[in-house]
Nanobody, 117 residues
Framework: QVQLVESGGGLVQAGGSLRLSCAAS????????MGWYRQAPGKQRELVAL???????HYADSVKGRFTISRDNAKNTVYLQMNSLKPADTAVYYC???????????WGQGTQVTVSS
């Protein structure tokens, strides 16, 4: 069973940047779509960004123009570059591979991102 490990979170001031990594314990080459999600306290998990194997991307309106998703199949890793961070971006960030309404992998521990004003 492939496991996902998210890292790169931390505490940053508003306007700052972070780069998150999602490392898979197995190959993601055959996974057509990978995504980043986030869950803020008291809120449901929400989609942040998706990337296909053909490297087309999709972003939530709230992060469009500020976040960039990328993938390195050779390293079995998906990245999320986050710029111009806002306090509203504070959440635990997770990665997974959506298939319809389900997900390919069990959810990992996530990585905490805290943006101070």
């Amino acid at each position: 069973q492939v496991q996902l490990v998210e890292s790169g979170g931390g505490l940053v001031q508003a306007g700052g940047s972070l780069r998150l990594s999602c490392a898979a314990s197995g190959s993601i080459f055959s996974i057509s779509v990978m995504g980043w999600y986030r869950q803020a306290p008291g809120k449901q998990r929400e989609l942040v960004a998706l990337i296909s194997s053909g490297v087309s991307t999709h972003y939530a309106d709230s992060v469009k123009g500020r976040f960039t998703i990328s993938r390195d199949n050779a390293k079995n890793t998906v990245y999320l570059q986050m710029n111009s961070l806002k306090p509203a971006d504070t959440a635990v960030y997770y990665c997974n591979a959506p298939v319809g309404s389900r997900y390919t992998f069990y959810w990992g521990q996530g990585t905490q991102v805290t943006v101070s004003s």
